[in-house]
């Protein structure tokens, strides 16, 4: 008999492997409920914030004005206006003054970019005039602007 026991019990070996499909059972199910509740969770809260007042850093605003362009305004009149002031208009007699302050500010800036934009029905030479009298007094960062075609 003992020969009998013996062989029964070398037939069953222990298996040592973890079962795993409970472990899979149970992740899926708690994915299936966060996909369920994360929604949910995220529109619960609505909340308005304070407002507080808006602080202008110096340096900040001296790198807006350096980087911002000049721009010289040709009229269909023959007029010329600045981006920094557009509601004066400045004629043929204040050109001087004009060509001044841009080569002060080129001065102050050697990197400010000096555009000049003319009307299409301005007169051609009232362009030319002014983009000849900056690049004359040694203003070299000075371009004229267009509009692709396609815009009108």
Avoid: C
């Amino acid at each position: 008999m003992q020969t009998g026991f013996r062989h029964q019990r070398q037939k069953r070996r222990l298996m040592a492997e973890i079962n795993v499909v409970p472990y899979v059972d149970v992740t899926l199910v708690l994915l299936i409920i966060f996909m369920i509740t994360a929604p949910i969770v995220q529109q619960a809260v609505t909340v308005k914030l304070p407002q507080t007042p808006q602080v202008v850093n110096q340096k900040q605003q001296q790198l807006e004005d350096e980087t911002k362009p000049f721009v010289i305004t040709v009229t269909k009149e023959g007029m010329y206006k600045t981006s920094e002031q557009p509601d004066i208009i400045l004629s043929n007699k204040d050109l001087e003054s004009l060509v001044a302050e841009v080569m002060a500010r080129t001065q102050l800036n050697p990197n400010k970019m000096i555009y000049i934009q003319g009307d299409q029905a301005a007169p051609y030479g009232k362009v030319v005039r002014i983009f000849v009298l900056l690049k004359a007094n040694g203003v070299e960062q000075v371009s004229l602007l267009t509009e692709p075609e396609g815009d009108r």
